[in-house]
Structures are given as structure tokens and as C-alpha cells.
């Protein structure tokens, strides 16, 4: 059995478009909250975590309707369309208010910029479950370790096509000392990239024929599944391996709350402490997400051979690690500098390690008929860390010191690696090739 390369790749544009959005939304609407609106962080922590509060009931709730969903394009792909074509149009507004409220202010246009800001959100909701869903629905349970980590780098593609472009059109010497900063080109690159991303995956990706072919061969391997069928036609997990989800959701929540502390005030902070633009703070995420990319498939690998639990934990004494290092480099230095890249480089490997491994550890312990259930699970416990990070960290950033980013967010991806400790299940292996049949086609 071998992974289907360049199908997944294929399968990964719908998580390209996601995570280019994310990026945008992540590293500018705190900036133009900011700046524009005048917000202090804990208001604009609090718009920011609403992404996360809407995601934690959106994310499952459209993640177990697609499980239900019967169409002819398949059960995920209406709603990948859906939301991307009203995200795409959505997104486009947000800096026509803002750069019409600098202009001339008006209570009108704060309130119309949160609602298409809620709207956008909404749409967005809508399909990232099902998206990330589309996946274990066409790989089999002991490749998906190898499948997420390339959904994970074309996700980091994405991510990384908007911190070059941020780091190419808002470099600090067009942005220091402005007054205000038009995103508008931004914005637009960025949704004819997510709508171009999810036209190509409607395309070239038959998701029902591929869903088919993936339950016959799951069918023919019982021993793939944890979960016990109770005879209803649901499945009902044993109490030990309850206890592992359990456990394994803690600790998602745990990194997330950690990882989404930096990447939502990282641009914000930079430019308090250290008097870096929004161009200096896209380069150093520009090479965290160029190291990950460069080991989401190693990663994946890696995994196959110690398993997921063994390559999590490594990732988050790492992240911890480079967390302490990034406060220790920013209050250091007075500018970003060649020492802070490599630090970001090791951010993103240890972010690959846990990122690859912990979906399938999830859906690993369910059978093919609730993914988008697991997958909404997954979701739900990472958002409703997100809802509670940007509020937490903003209000201590601005009570203490904005010096204390990096290490909240060092003690709590600290605090993931004993939760995982815990976790027992959704470790599934897969034997290394050896000899000529490591040389298989990848495009097979």
C-alpha cells in the first residue's frame, strides 16, 4: 500500500485557500483593530477570539452535516464551494471600510466592518470542517500520517504565498512612520488565490467515485478500526480509548492556546517591542513556515517509523523551547536579525511534528462514517482554545508587559507535552519500505 502523492497535493488546495485566508486574517485585522479603530488589545483580543467562539459551534455542527450530506459532487465539496466563493467576496470588503472609516469615521462603518467581519467568519465556518474532512475520506487510516503532512505543507504554501507578498508590499520603510496602510491589494491577491485554489481542487478531484474506492478498502481491513459498532448504526468508543481522546483534545487545546497566542500579536508585538513593521514580522513567519514546509514530509515520515505520540512530544519540547528563545532574542536584540530566523526555522519544524500527527491521531479512533464528526472534535477542542488565547494574552500584554507573550505561550505548549503522556491510542504505524520498493511512483 502507498499514498497517492499527487492526488493529495490535489486534495490540499482546499486547505491552501484556508490557511492563506488565516494568515491575512491572523496578521492584519489586529493591525487595522488596532490602528484604524483604536482598540485596546483586551477588545481587540476579544475580535479576534470570535472567529474561534462562531468555529467552536460552526466547525462540528458542518462537519457532522457533511457526514450526512448526499450529492452528486460528493458530501464535502458543496460546502468547499459555498464558503470559499462567499469568503472570497466578504474578504474584499473589510479594507474598503477600513480605509473609507480612516477617511471619514463613523459608527456606521465600525458596525459595518464587524458584520462582514461575523459574516466572513461564518462562511468560512462552513467548510473548513469538511474541507480538512476530505482527506481521511480518500486516504486510508494507515497512510494519513503521510497525507496530512502534505495537506499540512500546502496549507503552509498558502500561508507562505501571503507572508511573501506582506513582506514584498509592506516592507518597514514604506511603513514606518504611515499614518495609515492601504491592504486592499492584498486582500485581492489573496481571494484570487483561494478562489483559483478551489476551482482547481473541484476539477481535478471526483470525490465521490474516490470516497467509494477508500470505503472497499477499509472494508477490507476490520483491524484498521477502534471504534466498536453498538448495533444502531453509530459507533461507541471504549472507555480506554475515550480516555486517550480525551486526554489528546487537552493537549490540542493546550499548544493551540500556546501557537495562537504568537501568531495573532506577533505583528503587534514586533512593532511595540522592537519597532519592526508588518514587513520584518511576515519575514520571521515567512521562514517559520519555510521550515515547516521543508519538514512536513520528513515528519510524516518520521512518524511511520516512531509513531505519532513519540514525534507530537518531541515538537513540543522544541516549541516550548523556541517560544523561551523568542522572548529572550526580542528583548535582546533592538532588530530582527539572522539569530531570530533560526529560531522561527525550528518553530516551524517543531510546529510540522505536532500539526501532521494530530488529526489522524483523532479521526484514527473513529470509523470512515463519523470523520467529519472526529474532524469537528479536532476543531472544536483547537478553537475553543483560540476563543479564550487572544483575550488571555491580550489582557496580560497589556496589564504586564507585551514581554510576556513568549513565555505564556512557552508554558503552555510545556503543558501539552503531559497531557500527551497520557494519551494511549491513534498511534497506528506503518512499516517502512525497503529496498526498491522505497522507489515507487509517487504519482501513482
Given at each position: ?8 497535493f490535489?486534495?490540499g ?6 490557511c492563506?485566508?488565516w494568515q491575512?486574517?491572523?496578521?492584519v485585522?489586529?493591525l487595522?483593530?488596532?490602528e484604524?479603530f483604536?482598540l ?14 462562531l ?7 458542518f462537519?457532522?452535516?457533511?457526514d450526512?450530506?448526499d450529492t ?13 466563493g462567499?469568503a472570497?467576496?466578504l474578504?474584499n470588503l ?8 480612516f ?6 462603518k ?11 467568519l ?5 467548510y ?5 474532512a476530505?482527506?481521511?475520506d ?8 503521510k497525507?496530512?503532512?502534505?495537506i499540512?505543507l500546502m496549507?503552509a ?5 501571503y507572508?511573501?507578498l506582506a513582506a ?10 504611515v499614518?495609515?496602510?492601504d ?9 484570487g ?11 481535478f478531484?471526483k ?20 471504534a466498536?459498532?453498538d448495533g ?10 475515550k ?14 492556546i ?6 495573532t500579536?506577533?505583528?503587534?508585538y ?11 514580522a ?12 521543508l ?9 511511520s ?8 512530544m518531541g ?7 523556541m517560544?523561551?528563545m ?6 535582546t536584540?533592538?532588530?530582527?536579525n ?20 494530530s488529526?489522524p ?5 473513529c ?6 464528526k ?10 475553543a ?8 494574552a491580550g ?8 514581554k510576556?507573550l ?5 508554558i503552555?505548549?510545556?503543558l501539552?507535552f503531559?497531557?500527551?503522556?497520557q ?18 511512483n509517487?504519482?501513482?
Open positions: 500500500m502507498k499514498l497517492n502523492y499527487k492526488r493529495t490535489i486534495v488546495l482546499a486547505f491552501l485557500s484556508i492563506a485566508f491575512v486574517y491572523d496578521n485585522i489586529p487595522i483593530l488596532k484604524t483604536h485596546n488589545e483586551t477588545f481587540a483580543g476579544a475580535i479576534m477570539a470570535a472567529d474561534n467562539f468555529a467552536l459551534f460552526l466547525l462540528p455542527f462537519g457532522s452535516l457533511s450526512k450530506t452528486k459532487i460528493g458530501k464535502r465539496m458543496p460546502y468547499i464551494l459555498f464558503g470559499t462567499c472570497v467576496i474578504m473589510l479594507p474598503i471600510l477600513d480605509n473609507s472609516y477617511n471619514t469615521p463613523s459608527a456606521f465600525v458596525v459595518s466592518f464587524v458584520i462582514v467581519l461575523g459574516l466572513l461564518v462562511a468560512m465556518g462552513t473548513r470542517s469538511p474541507a480538512v476530505l482527506m481521511p480518500v486516504t486510508p487510516k494507515p497512510l494519513r500520517s497525507a496530512n503532512a502534505i499540512n496549507g504554501v498558502g500561508g507562505m504565498i507572508l511573501a514584498i508590499l509592506y516592507p518597514k520603510a514604506k511603513t514606518l512612520n499614518e495609515h496602510i491592504y486592499q491589494i492584498l486582500f485581492v491577491i489573496v481571494s488565490i483561494m478562489f483559483v485554489a478551489v476551482a482547481l481542487l473541484f476539477l478531484v470525490e465521490p467515485k474516490l470516497v467509494e474506492e477508500n470505503r472497499i478498502l477499509e472494508e477490507q481491513h476490520p483491524e484498521w478500526n477502534l466498536e459498532d444502531s448504526g453509530h459507533e461507541e468508543l471504549p472507555a480506554d480509548v480516555r486517550s481522546l480525551g486526554f489528546l483534545l487537552a493537549s490540542i487545546a493546550l499548544w493551540f500556546g501557537y495562537n497566542a504568537v501568531t500579536w506577533f505583528t503587534t514586533v512593532k511595540v517591542v522592537m519597532g519592526e513593521g508588518l514587513g520584518g511576515s519575514t520571521c513567519l515567512l521562514v517559520a513556515t519555510a521550515g515547516a514546509i519538514s512536513y514530509i520528513p515528519v510524516g515520515n518520521i512518524a517509523k516512531i509513531g505519532r505520540k513519540k514525534t507530537i515538537g513540543t519540547i522544541l516549541l516550548s523551547v517560544f523561551f523568542g522572548f529572550v532574542l526580542t528583548t536584540f533592538s532588530s530582527i539572522p539569530i531570530m530566523f533560526a529560531a522561527f526555522a525550528l518553530v516551524g519544524i517543531a510546529w510540522a511534528a505536532i500539526n501532521v500527527n488529526l491521531m483523532v479521526v484514527e479512533m470509523k470512515g462514517s463519523d470523520i467529519g472526529f474532524t469537528g472534535l479536532y476543531y472544536t477542542a483547537s478553537m482554545a483560540q476563543i479564550v488565547t487572544p483575550i488571555l489582557t496580560l500584554m497589556r496589564l504586564i508587559s507585551y510576556v513568549f513565555i505564556y505561550a512557552s503552555f505548549v510545556l501539552s503531559v497531557t500527551m503522556t494519551v494511549k491510542h491513534g498511534d497506528q504505524k506503518v512499516e517502512a519500505k525497503k529496498g526498491l520498493e522505497a522507489f515507487e509517487m504519482d501513482d
